[in-house]
């Protein structure tokens, strides 16, 4: 199953790179790679990257359940469903700023996708 969100990602990658052909397109897959995260909205079954600077403990892959959360150290469970990798880096920024880290960087990349196509927003 994890082999098959990898395969789909790289389709989407693949569909939003297609205008590369032309030489007048600007053509940066990390510029394309970005936007298809920045559109994609988190679902049951998708793994996640999160990254706060300074806190190992806490910077780990972490998995999105059934109802659509992950459990993150120190302030338990948070709804992630619906939305993006950025409003996920907001969301948790919020809730350690609140009693456990002063000022929190933190950071989420899409690890895997149980389906791409279908959390695209258009």
Not at 8 to 16: E, F, H, P
Not at 56 to 69: C, M, Q, T
Not at 85 to 89: D, S, T, Y
């Given at each position: 199953?994890?082999?098959w969100r990898i395969v789909?990602?790289?389709?989407?990658?693949?569909?939003?790179l297609s205008g590369c052909a032309?030489?007048?397109?600007d053509c940066r897959p990390e510029i394309e790679?970005?936007?298809a995260q920045r559109l994609y909205t988190l679902a049951a079954g998708d793994r996640l990257r999160?990254?706060?600077l300074g806190q190992?403990?806490?910077?780990?892959?972490?998995?999105?359940?059934?109802?659509?959360?992950i459990a993150f150290p120190l302030i338990g469970f948070v709804k992630v469903q619906g939305l993006s990798?950025?409003?996920?880096?907001r969301v948790i920024a919020a809730r350690l700023r609140?009693?456990?880290i002063r000022n929190p960087k933190v950071t989420v990349q899409i690890e895997g996708s149980q389906s791409p196509f279908e959390n695209v927003v258009q």
């Open positions: 199953m994890v082999r789909a990602i790289d389709a989407l990658i693949s569909a939003l032309s030489p007048t397109t790679l970005e936007t999160v990254t706060v190992r403990e806490l910077s780990k892959n972490y998995f999105v359940d059934r109802a659509g959360r990798a950025a409003a996920v880096e609140d009693g456990y």
